[in-house]
């Protein structure tokens, strides 16, 4: 029945480093899982990765891929968790940044929660664009010629973003309804 589902066949790629937010990486890479969406872990680094309880260490991660094996072309979308220490060294990273530029250019849908939304701020994607986060990053966005709004979910054509581990129900239920969207989308262009 895997093809029965919203999005079989949709390869996402999750972009994180060490002390990410644990849920804010294991609540939406379930939910789209169990919509039928391949995830796949992609770090600057290989081995594994730390997760975090806000401030306290959690579990382990192995990483599927790292930034140096990853092409952005062979992925459907992106998700970027958050948690302040590893959106603050993610967005300093080149080859993450080209990374989500990439996946901009090609219009593919990017979810993004929490601290997240750093990683594009430094990638030069904010400009004209409408999103939340965390409420420390809503200078960071504004700055960079974005909107903020403080609300559980807010989507802006291929973007989708929410604020903190709270809104991850809500969250999931936007980014899979965006990625389906774009699945279905592409699906048509394919059939044509």
Known sequence: MADNKLLAGMKVAILVTDDFEQVELTGPKKALEEAGA??????????????????????????????DQANPDDF???HLPGGALNADSLRMEPKAQEFVRRIEAANKPIAVICHGPWLLVSAGLVQGRTLTSYYTLQDDIRNAGGRWWDLPLVQDDNWVSSRFPQDIPIFNEGMIDLFSQYQEMKQKEEAA
């Not at 872990?41 to 930034?67: C, W, Y």
């Open 76 to 78: 459907d979308a992106v």
């Open 38 to 67: 391949q995830t796949t872990i992609i770090s600057p680094h290989s081995g594994q990765i730390q997760g975090m309880n806000h401030d306290e260490k959690a579990e382990r991660f192995n990483v599927d891929l790292t930034l």
